[in-house]
């Protein structure tokens, strides 16, 4: 099994790393930004159509708020970026939002925020690799006919990726990153000069389109709603900021100075890219529809089902580089291959979070601890199996996958907020340096301004995509949090019910007697080794347990154990219905029901083999045994091993591979240290 597992898993994953190489794995800012920004870098592929596809329920008239509405994006971009800066400084450890939450508005608000995240981590990753999917179809076929298929196929892609290591799977992504990145800015800077320098008048495959509007002047409340809608959608360009806070622990020192330096360039780069794009989708006339089909009309007629409507992103590369050029091939296979790549923000901000609430109490501890690259293995698998749901209950379709979003990165948004509004309250109360005062006043005011303007943003998403899909997103993060929170109540029970007492008790006093039975079935090297350890414990009743099934056996095991002269007696229980588990079973049973002051050892012999094929030949029966045993008070079990030829042969093999892990190795240790700030009460 060892073998058949192994080398696989070295081939897909790597060779282990020790604990002490966890240093090596830490990030530097040039790796760190691919890797945790790569989602709101990539978003400004798709929130600029976004934009432009609400807007077009009004018909083209309406375009010209674009501006105005990337100016509200560009203002609350700057505006979490500089909140969130004073997030990792005053919370390096890595909790990010749901420390912050957690410490300064309690355990429920904390909670909250967890379920928000992993909900939209989760989103991340299933609405960035059907839009990659659908990008890439535009120009492969094969692709958007099964679309599926290939998602899921992407998904399991970047998890065998990020199972190899953070920095790994950081300098994968960073070169398709900066491509993406250098691309988008160079078609800005030629759009800019052609335009403005050249005087070239550039022109969008869609710009002589004209938009069958679904609501012609609109006007008053229904243009608000509108605006507000369209804001909403825009607002997609800041999904993933906070992962940077989350990730702290992942930089280099000093962390939280990278970490806020990270932050800074991500911001920067998204607002710009991101006005680049509307400005040139303006200039260039681009033409977007929810319904293309009917809503997009040429020369007075519909475009019809055939057409395929091209990312906003898309258009305007064609019309400042020219379709086919150089520049225009490599952005779109790089804006392809970063929309897979944005899922990574998230495959970097679970497990993280996912360790930390395991910490806690609120996941399971399997979570806790790091795999073999020092990743988070099993919060990587996690994330990827709950993608690949959601990519195929929704078909991998993003428009449909995208009016999920948003909701619970700006719940965290809210609530981390104003949890760091009280925590610079409390700080303020105690200290009594002026120049400190005054900088956590200053840190309080960016706060408060970012709770405020993300909760007015928060609102508005809620009502503008509540009926659109939101709806699904606020269930899933009730399903998060009720499920954590029994979790909670799980572990916090049996910590109650284990815990060691100060005084005498029960579990104290040594049982009155002790029964041995050992289990045979016939007389054989197990067997007797079984006796013999038995012997060793010198318990005060020893009796050897068969079970007849078969008369003439049993006949041949009596005769053979009277001619060997074992001292032990030999008890045969009578089987009609030829079942072996249920008369041990009921006479142990009997056994602590008769003297329930004394304690009975079941001892079982069992074989140790090999290979993976042997496993289900031999011990099924003990198995069965010790997992009905297990559940009688007062039963200890104990398995005597006999190692065949087949086990000393796996380990000789094992001795050949230094990196062999040893069939149900279990790894065990603290994700990250992390310390707990003082929660206080305003």
């Known amino acids: ?159 065998l990726m990020n199972l190899r290591g953070v920095k790994e799977s950081g300098k994968l992504f960073a070169i398709p990153t900066y491509v993406f990145v250098g691309g988008v800015f160079i078609m800005i800077a030629w759009g800019a000069f052609r335009g403005l320098v050249l005087g070239d008048t550039m022109r ?48 280099r020192k000093p962390k939280s100075k990278n970490a806020a330096t990270t932050l800074a360039m991500m911001g920067l780069l998204a607002v710009t890219m991101f006005c680049g794009i509307i400005a040139l989708a303006m200039t260039t006339k681009v033409r977007m529809a929810e319904r293309p089909a009917t809503d997009l009309l040429h020369n ?46 998230a495959y970097n901000g679970f497990p993280l979070l996912g360790s930390i609430l395991a910490q806690d109490r609120y996941l399971p501890r399997q979570l806790h601890t790091r795999g073999d690259r020092l990743a988070f293995s099993n919060g990587i698998v996690l994330l990827a199996g709950a993608a690949m749901l959601l990519v195929f209950i929704y078909g991998a379709d993003s428009t449909r996958l995208i009016q ?83 979790i ?65 056996e049993t006949k041949a095991l009596r005769e053979e154990w009277e001619r060997r002269g074992i001292d032990v007696p030999l008890k045969v229980l009578d089987s009609p219905y030829r079942e072996i588990t249920r008369p041990v079973i009921e006479y142990v049973k009997g056994l602590r029901k008769e003297s329930p002051r004394d304690a009975v050892s079941v001892i079982i012999p069992e074989y140790v083999v090999g290979h993976w094929y042997e496993h289900l030949l031999h011990n099924q029966s003990a198995l069965r045994l010790k997992g009905r045993l297990l559940f009688t008070p007062g039963v200890m079990v104990t398995s005597v091993p006999y190692q065949l030829a087949s086990s000393e042969a796996a380990r000789a093999r094992a001795r050949k591979r230094q990196e062999w892990n040893a069939p149900g190795a279990v790894r065990r240790g603290p994700a990250l240290v992390r310390p707990k700030e003082p929660s206080g009460k305003d």
């Open 404 to 486: 999920l979003y948003i909701v619970g990165v700006f719940v965290s948004f809210t609530l981390s907020q104003t949890g760091m509004v009280r925590h610079w309250n409390r700080h303020l109360r105690v200290e009594k340096d002026p120049a400190k005062r005054s900088h956590m006043v200053r840190s309080r005011a960016i706060n408060a301004f970012g709770a405020f303007f993300t909760g007015l943003v928060l609102v508005v998403v809620l009502v503008t995509k509540f009926t659109h899909g939101a709806w699904v997103a606020l269930l899933g993060m009730c399903i998060f949090y009720a499920t954590m929170t029994a």
């Open 488 to 552: 909670r109540k799980h572990y916090d029970r049996v910590a109650e019910e284990i815990a060691a007492p100060e005084g005498p008790a029960d579990d104290m006093v040594r049982p009155s007697r002790v029964h041995s039975v050992v289990l045979i079935s016939k007389i054989h090297r197990p067997t007797l080794r079984a006796l013999a350890y038995a012997k060793l414990m010198r318990s005060d009743t020893l009796e050897a347990l068969t079970v007849n099934v078969d008369p003439a």
């Open 204 to 251: 969008a495959p869609t710009a002589d389109y004209h938009i069958k509007a679904e609501h012609q002047g609109l006007a008053g409340f229904a243009l608000v709603f509108l605006l507000l809608r369209a804001f909403s959608s825009g607002c997609a360009a800041l999904t993933g900021v906070e992962a940077i806070s989350n990730g702290v622990p992942a930089f």
């Open 300 to 345: 007075g007629v519909p475009l019809g089902s055939g057409y395929v409507q091209n990312p906003v992103i898309s258009q305007v590369a064609e019309a400042v580089f020219g379709k086919g050029s150089f520049l225009f091939v490599l952005l779109a296979a790089a804006t392809a291959l970063v929309l897979f790549l944005a899922a990574n923000t």
């Open 1 to 159: 099994m060892s073998k058949l597992t192994d080398v696989p898993k070295r081939i897909l994953i790597g060779r282990a790393l020790r604990s002490d190489r966890l240093g090596e794995t830490l990030l530097p800012k040039r790796i760190a930004l691919p890797v945790f920004a790569s989602d709101p870098l990539s978003s400004v592929a798709y929130a600029p159509g976004e934009v432009l596809l609400v807007l077009s329920i009004a018909g083209v008239s309406a375009y010209h708020f674009s501006p105005w509405i990337a100016v509200a994006v560009v203002v609350l971009m700057f505006t979490v970026v500089a909140s969130y800066r004073q997030n990792v400084h005053a919370y390096p450890s890595g909790g990010g939002d749901y420390e912050v939450a957690t410490t300064n508005l309690g355990p429920k608000a904390g909670l909250t925020v967890a379920s928000a995240l992993l909900v939209d981590y989760v989103l991340t990753v299933a609405v960035s690799i059907s839009s990659g999917i659908e990008n890439l179809g535009s120009a492969i076929p094969f692709v958007v006919e099964h679309k599926v298929f290939c998602a899921a196929a992407v998904i399991v892609l970047l998890t």
